[in-house]
């Protein structure tokens, strides 16, 4: 079995920086870790950053220039390096990736990011 492990959430003041990892426990090829997204509770869960093919990234606008994907191949780790942290940024970061051959979506058990102002 294999299943997401997400590490770096914490509290912040606003102007700050945090780096979210993600990586995969137990068999590490079953899973293809792939981005991030958020979720603030009441609302729904949205794109942060994201591998789309290759190593094409898509962004959220609102983090455009302050957030950075990348990842390490070897390790099949992805990571988020989130500078000029906003109160706004403030929810639980999940970790995305794509399961087996059939390549259904599954997440990590999520991160807390607080930004204070």
């Known amino acids: 079995q294999a299943q997401l492990v997400e590490s770096g959430g914490g509290s912040v003041q606003a102007g700050g920086s945090l780096r979210l990892s993600c990586a995969v426990s137990?068999?590490?090829?079953?899973?293809?870790?792939r981005g991030w997204y958020r979720q603030v509770p009441g609302n729904q869960r949205e794109l942060v950053a994201i591998?789309?093919?290759?190593?094409?990234?898509n962004y959220a606008d609102s983090v455009k220039g302050r957030f950075t994907i990348s990842r390490d191949d070897a390790k099949n780790t992805v990571y988020l390096q989130m500078n000029s942290l906003k109160p706004e940024d403030t929810a639980v970061y999940y970790c995305?990736?794509?399961?087996?051959?059939?390549?259904?979506?599954?997440w990590g058990q999520g991160t807390q990011v607080t930004v204070s102002s």
């Open positions: 591998f789309t093919s290759g190593d094409t990234t």
């Open positions: 137990g068999r590490r090829t079953m899973i293809n870790v």
């Open positions: 995305m990736g794509l399961f087996g051959i059939s390549g259904s979506v599954c």
